[in-house]
């Protein structure tokens, strides 16, 4: 299989992954008088739309917005697990920080209080989340060089009309993508206490 072809199964697997995890949720309604039940799921489909719109951006040769998107998912994949392991154990309120009542910790400071967090049930992250930091894969300082107006990127698109990118780059950001969809759909059915579909969707992610 060459890289294209690699690429494109990628993609057929995403397509199955957004049907199956979609029939798994539509089989029961999801209960959403919680505020942070709800904030996962808002949190959870602006995720699956900035998703869609990546890979419609990659199919049509758009890489470097489908990056910018990239980091954007990121971002909201950090502060879904923030609100219901952080905020929710603090006895804070959705509404003072979509409010702007109190800000956001920055990136980092988030990733810090995952990674320190312990359950006496659920254990812990155990590094999960440093591999976005410089520490591990640094995926959300390479994910910024694009939406910054200066550094390397900017400097490859001043010196030539346009940039390219290998299949393999493409590939490996897509393979993370699908990864943090599949992570996002576990918290949505975690967060709903449907163990049956976490256990359905495990088995699909195994497969």
């Known amino acids: 299989m060459n890289s294209i072809e690699k690429v494109e199964l990628i993609l057929v697997e995403i397509d199955e ?3 199956f995890v979609h029939n798994l949720i539509s089989e029961k309604e999801l209960i ?27 199919q049509n040769g758009h ?14 994949f950090v502060k879904s697990f923030y609100f219901e392991f952080i905020e929710k154990t603090r006895g804070g309120t959705v509404e003072g920080l979509i409010s702007k009542e109190k800000d956001f910790p ?11 967090y312990k359950h006496d049930s659920y254990g812990e992250f155990k590094g999960f989340f440093i591999q976005f930091t410089k520490s591990g894969l640094a995926s959300y300082e390479k ?10 990127v900017l400097r490859a698109f001043y010196n030539n009309d ?6 393999e780059q493409i590939s490996d950001v897509v393979l993370s993508a699908k990864g943090l969809y599949e992570q996002l759909s576990l918290l949505l059915f975690f967060t709903q206490q ?8 495990l088995e699909k992610i195994k497969a």
Do not use: C, P, W
């Open 17 to 19: 992954l957004f049907e």
């Open 32 to 58: 959403l008088d919680d505020q942070y039940k709800k904030i996962n799921h808002t949190y959870f489909n602006l995720f699956s739309t900035h998703f869609e719109s990546m890979l419609i951006l990659i």
């Open 63 to 76: 890489f470097s917005s489908a990056i910018l998107l990239m980091r954007a998912m990121l971002e909201i």
């Open 106 to 116: 920055n990136f980092f400071l988030m990733v810090k209080a995952l990674e320190e």
């Open 143 to 152: 994910y910024s060089l694009f939406s910054h107006g200066r550094g390397e």
């Open 162 to 167: 346009r940039i390219s990118y290998t299949d």
């Open 194 to 201: 449907r163990n049956d579909e976490i256990g359905r969707l």
